[in-house]
């Protein structure tokens, strides 16, 4: 089965309404339609905009204001995927769950169905200045076009997760991501290059770009999409399909083929998911 994705550099910008930024997202979808995609991702934590929209002084909103735009969020989302007949992995949107704060990776369904998926490893600025908490448990998605899994940022330097999502029939894994400098960056890719090799899947990320000048530790990104696969020969060389420019407001496109990746999980130059031994590390 063959399919087309897109993955949004999406530019981080101070604005003053959420027309604002359903603006914004629109202008990506569209594009990204144009291409004849099916699915469209979008960075972690693009939906910190809305703090910039600040309260009645002007002053930025806080994090735990965020979850208030949830409704709204879910609402936009949902028509454009219904609109433009695309699944839409829209980053992620914080969100209250009782008494917990979480960082949410959302798919929207071109039929108005809509998964999530919470982050399940936090880091230290998520923890210590945003008060999150991690998800409880790892789901993959149906889709026309077969099984994904939503892995966040930090969750992709974790070889366990990604073992299992693959483990559980994901084919492709959707990366939202958001660093603010070279370090987190390459250490968020580097890893998408190992679990893609470990588990002979597809790796499709990216992150956010620009600068919020309002928001708290929003005002540095560095960020740049890719599409990477196996390093294998039915593959780029270097396991990368296709690459964005570093820090560019900007969209990729690619076309992935899972014959591919059953091919070389059957009889590739190396064989890891076959390989791998579930007698010394179980899958989950």
Known sequence: MKFRVAAVQYELADIDSFDEFAEQVHHYIKNA???GVQFVLFPEFMTTQLLSI????GNPLPIERLPDFTDAYTALFKQLAQQYQIYIAAGTHVVQVGDKRRNTAFLFHPDGKVDQQAKLHMTPTEVQEWNMSPGDGLEVFETAFGTIALLTCYDIEFPEIVRMARAKGADVIFCPSCTDDRHGFYRVRYCCHARAVENQVYIVTTGTVGSLRKVDFMRANYGQAAVISPNDIPFPPA???????INQDMLVVADLDLKLLNDVRLAGSVTTWRDRRTDLYPDW
């Open 239 to 245: 396991g990368i399909v296709t690459q964005g420019e």
């Open 54 to 57: 600040g309260d009645e002084e």
């Open 33 to 35: 339609a144009e291409y």
